[in-house]
């Protein structure tokens, strides 16, 4: 299965990502974050770009190696890998 892989920059704002998702060509979108998070790092941000990905029928996954960042992409249902080559898998969420 055929994969696009979209790398958010710093300065990339949450419409730019959703409307690049949303213009992919193949059903599975991963994306790879920058070392700084940015605007990844709001729970909020992550639910709409997983309800984008969702209404556009594609399959959104987090390239990610950032403990803070998997425990909010598994509170918005996003599946993350530690690079492009492993297998994406929920994330715990981390225990109050």
Same mark, same amino acid.
């Given at each position: 299965? #055929?994969?696009?892989? %979209?790398?958010?920059?710093?300065?990339?704002? %949450?419409? +730019?990502?959703?409307?690049?998702?949303?213009?992919?060509?193949?059903?599975?979108?991963?994306?790879?974050?920058?070392?700084? %998070?940015?605007?990844?790092?709001?729970?909020?941000?992550?639910?709409?770009?997983?309800?984008? +990905?969702?209404?556009?029928?594609?399959?959104?996954?987090? %390239?990610?190696?950032? #403990?803070?960042?998997?425990?909010?992409?598994?509170? +918005?249902?996003?599946?993350?890998?530690?690079?492009?080559?492993?297998?994406?898998?929920? +994330?715990?969420?981390?225990?109050?």
């Amino acid at each position: 299965m #055929q994969k696009d892989v %979209i790398y958010i920059d710093v300065e990339d704002d %949450i419409t +730019a990502v959703i409307g690049r998702v949303k213009h992919s060509k193949e059903k599975v979108v991963a994306l790879v974050p920058p070392k700084r %998070i940015g605007m990844l790092q709001s729970a909020v941000n992550l639910r709409l770009l997983a309800r984008a +990905a969702e209404t556009s029928h594609k399959h959104l996954v987090l %390239i990610t190696n950032n #403990q803070a960042l998997m425990g909010l992409s598994a509170s +918005a249902k996003i599946p993350v890998a530690r690079n492009l080559q492993s297998k994406p898998e929920m +994330a715990e969420i981390p225990a109050l």
